[in-house]
């Protein structure tokens, strides 16, 4: 099994350069091909959630509604009240995202998965305090 970068290049391949256009226009020939891709994750529930998170992402692009500005809005209204270890798998803010990505349609996004996500991007700062890569609150604005 593959992992690191060369998994995601797989995945970069099989959504179109996670264009979020095309991914949204995917058929059902497209799901049976990935289905049948070796080099990504073959769960058809997956497949079928990043396809209509896709269709949830454009609906939003295509009603003005940016993604980062709703995104971001929801980590600033709630940096100056919730502080953590950084070592937390959910938190309530997470919770919050959770539901309201949930909310635009998206799907596969639970707690847990909200605040990995929102770390991974740089939305929250998920180190000690001690760790010399902390940088206490999001610097974006």
């Known amino acids: 099994m ?5 998994k ?3 995945f970069r391949a099989a959504f179109c350069g996670f264009d979020p256009h095309r991914v949204a226009a ?3 020939d497209d799901q049976a091909r990935l289905m049948e891709n070796a080099g990504i ?8 959630a990043t396809i209509a998170n896709a269709q949830a992402w454009l609906a939003m692009h295509n009603a003005g509604e940016d993604f980062a500005a709703f995104a971001w809005g929801m980590v600033h209204a709630a940096q100056a009240h919730e502080r953590g270890t950084g070592l937390e798998a959910q ?3 997470s919770g919050r995202v959770a539901k309201a990505l949930k909310h ?3 799907r596969f996004v639970g707690s847990t998965t909200a605040q990995a996500w929102m770390q991974a991007v740089g939305m929250l700062d998920g180190h000690e305090a001690a760790c010399f ?3 206490g609150a999001s610097s974006r604005p």
């Open 2 to 6: 593959e992992y690191g970068f060369a």
């Open 8 to 10: 995601r290049e797989n």
């Open 26 to 28: 995917f058929t059902p």
């Open 41 to 48: 994750i073959r769960s058809r529930a997956k497949i079928a």
């Open 91 to 93: 938190t309530p803010l």
């Open 104 to 106: 635009k349609g998206f």
């Open 133 to 135: 890569c902390y940088r």
